[in-house]
C-alpha cells in the first residue's frame, strides 16, 4: 500500500513562488513509481500539472505551467517536488500528488493513477 501527504501549500502573490512536497511511504520502491501532479479549482475538474518518470529522466507538463514549473523528485527521500514560479491567480487550487507504476512511459491522464494524497491547498493573491 503507498501512503501520499503533500505539504507547502499557502498564501502567495502574484509573481511568486512556493515549493510543493509530496512524500511518498509504504512497502515500496519509490523509483518504481511514476508521480504526478494535479489541481482541482473551485468548480472546475481536476486537470493534470506535471509528471515525472520513476527515474527522474523523463518530465510532461502541462502547457499553462511550462517554463514556471518544475517538477524534480529525490529518491532517497521518497519525495516529489513541484516548484512553482511566477505564480497568477489561476493557479490557486489544491494540488495533489499521485502516484502510478511507472511502466516506461508517461502519464497525465487521472485515471493512471492508482493512488493519490489528500491535497494541500494553494492560492495566489493578485
Known amino acids: 500500500q503507498v501512503q501520499l501527504a503533500e505539504s507547502g501549500g499557502g498564501l502567495v502573490q502574484a509573481g511568486g513562488s512556493l515549493r510543493l512536497s509530496c512524500a511518498h511511504s509504504?512497502?515500496?520502491?519509490?523509483?518504481?513509481?511514476?508521480m504526478g501532479w494535479f489541481r482541482q479549482a473551485p468548480g472546475m475538474e481536476r486537470e493534470f500539472v506535471a509528471t515525472?518518470?520513476?527515474?527522474?529522466?523523463?518530465?510532461y507538463y502541462e502547457d499553462s505551467v511550462k517554463g514556471r514549473f518544475t517538477i524534480s523528485r529525490d529518491n532517497a527521500k521518497n519525495t516529489v517536488y513541484l516548484q512553482m514560479n511566477g505564480l497568477n491567480p489561476e493557479d490557486t487550487a489544491v494540488y495533489y500528488c499521485?502516484?502510478?507504476?511507472?511502466?516506461?512511459?508517461?502519464?497525465?491522464?487521472?485515471?493512471?493513477?492508482?493512488?493519490w494524497g489528500q491535497g494541500t491547498q494553494v492560492t495566489v493573491s493578485s
Open positions: 499521485a502516484a502510478t507504476i511507472d511502466a516506461g512511459s508517461y502519464y497525465y491522464l487521472e485515471y493512471e493513477y492508482e493512488y
Open positions: 509504504g512497502r515500496t520502491f519509490f523509483s518504481g513509481y511514476a
Open positions: 515525472i518518470s520513476g527515474t527522474g529522466a523523463i518530465t
